[in-house]
């Protein structure tokens, strides 16, 4: 069984930074972060591979944000950097057992296993 807490979010002015992290318990193959806006779907933002190990990003995000993973400390990590009004919404950590390739890693279903959610806003 894997559970995933995510910490981190909050409320920051347009350009700012933030760091969300997701404790997991277990070890799974792949790991992501998701975001939902109100009314919008769920998608993918970035995501680690333990076997690709190569990470992939969402374009709307790539060179703002890092993805990064311990498995030291079963941990997951976002860093977003130049955040916009756009970036706002509730992230979620995700994780899986089957590994992810480039046209994978956004799919949902890859991932059986999600945490609460953490708010990220951007304010203008």
């Known amino acids: 069984q894997v559970q995933l807490v995510e910490s981190g979010g909050g409320t920051v002015q347009t350009g700012g930074s933030l760091r969300l992290s997701c404790i997991v318990s277990?070890?799974?193959?792949?790991m992501a972060w998701f975001r939902q806006a109100p009314g919008k779907e769920r998608e993918g933002v970035a995501a680690?591979?333990?076997?690709?190990?190569?990470?992939y990003y969402a374009d709307s995000v790539k060179g703002r944000f890092t993805i990064s993973r311990d498995n030291a400390k079963s941990a997951l990590y976002l860093q977003m950097n130049s955040l916009q009004p756009d970036d706002s919404a509730m992230y979620y950590c995700a994780a899986g057992f089957p590994d992810i390739s480039p046209g994978t890693w956004r799919a949902i279903g890859k991932y059986g296993y999600w945490g609460q959610g953490t708010q990220v806003t951007v304010s203008s």
């Open positions: 277990g070890n799974p193959f792949s």
């Open positions: 680690i591979g333990r076997l690709s190990g190569a990470p």
